[in-house]
């Protein structure tokens, strides 16, 4: 089982970036789908953006598609949000997850996996 420190967020003005990233410590990373979701005030977690565990296959919110990269580095243990043109709407506490050997399409599930702490992202207009 891995444990997830999620770090990089902040305040940036709109149309600014931000990279986020998810330090994973423990064994197996690469088997782990990876995930990011967020949660804004008064609102549910949803789905951001999640790669595949066996690599290469990603998948994105319609939400954040061309703006945002999901990416990750197991050699590293690592996993990365490069967060681009970001809208106000965009503010909210970024978890990452951990999803053991799981296929792309359960990545959006936020009912299951291993979540990090958070780290908050927040855009001004």
């Known amino acids: 089982q891995v444990q997830l420190v999620e770090s990089g967020g902040g305040l940036v003005q709109a149309g600014g970036s931000l990279r986020l990233s998810c330090a994973a410590s423990g064994r197996s990373f690469s088997t782990y789908t990876m995930g990011w979701f967020r949660q804004a005030p008064g609102k549910e977690r949803e789905f951001v953006a999640a790669?595949?565990?066996?690599?290469?296959?990603?998948n994105y919110a319609d939400s954040v598609k061309g703006r945002f990269g999901i990416s990750r580095d197991n050699a590293k243990n690592m996993m990365y949000l490069q967060m681009n043109s970001l809208k106000p709407e965009d503010t909210a506490v970024y978890y990452c997850n951990a999803k053991l050997l799981a296929p792309i399409q359960a990545a959006t599930n936020g009912l299951l996996g291993l979540w990090g702490q958070g780290t908050q992202v927040t855009v001004s207009s």
């Open positions: 790669i595949a565990w066996s690599g290469g296959i990603t």
